[in-house]
């Protein structure tokens, strides 16, 4: 019997769309989602779209609903509103979409953070989940932030090359019930 090595397994390119949460931020300084976007590209990955909306829960929830709606997204990554001001609502604009949340991001994203801005890393509410069939990312708003969450977690999750596993090969059966 003979088993494939690793190395057989061929990249699968996913579309993304990219969504910066802003009240300030424009295109031409809206850095973290550029960076975010950059990243997605450069690894061979397709940006369905970027948008920018305020930050305001219902405005998220439907720029995320739209995507998430949409079968030929694949991911929805989000930057920005994660932190504990009155007008940081993402987390709370995207859980009540999820269909299972994914505790496993928002902890391994704080362990790394720590790293880098210790025990401030207590005030992230980075948060991820599934949403028809849709991964869902949210991110901080920072570029260091999105950065650290892309290169270190996210990217390794959305190749199908990675091992032991990723969430590459569970799309076929995220809508099983």
């Not at 829960?57 to 509103?81: C, D, F, K, Q």
């Not at 009540?96 to 890393?121: A, H, N, Q, W």
């Not at 570029?143 to 090969?169: F, M």
Request: a neutral charge.
């Amino acid at each position: 019997m003979t088993t494939a090595s690793p190395k057989a397994r061929e990249f699968v390119p996913l579309s993304i769309a990219v969504l910066t949460v802003s009240d300030t931020r424009d295109e031409s300084s809206d850095t973290s989602g550029r960076l975010l976007c950059e990243r997605v590209l450069g690894v061979g990955h397709r940006i369905h779209e970027k948008a920018i909306c305020r930050d305001d829960i219902y405005a998220i929830r439907a720029h995320v609903s739209r995507w998430i709606a949409a079968p030929e997204v694949n991911v929805v990554l989000t930057t920005g509103g994660t932190g504990v001001t009155g007008r940081d609502g993402t987390p709370e604009a995207v859980t009540p979409l999820f269909d299972k949340v994914l505790d496993g991001f928002g902890e391994m994203f704080r362990v790394l953070s720590y790293e880098d801005i210790k025990t401030s890393t207590l005030q992230s509410r980075a948060v991820a989940g599934v949403a028809n069939a849709t991964y869902v990312f949210t991110l901080p708003g920072s570029s260091g932030a999105c950065a650290l969450g892309w290169d270190k977690l996210i990217v390794h999750q959305l190749d199908y090359r990675t091992r032991p596993c990723n969430l590459v090969e569970l799309m076929p059966r995220l809508l099983e019930r």
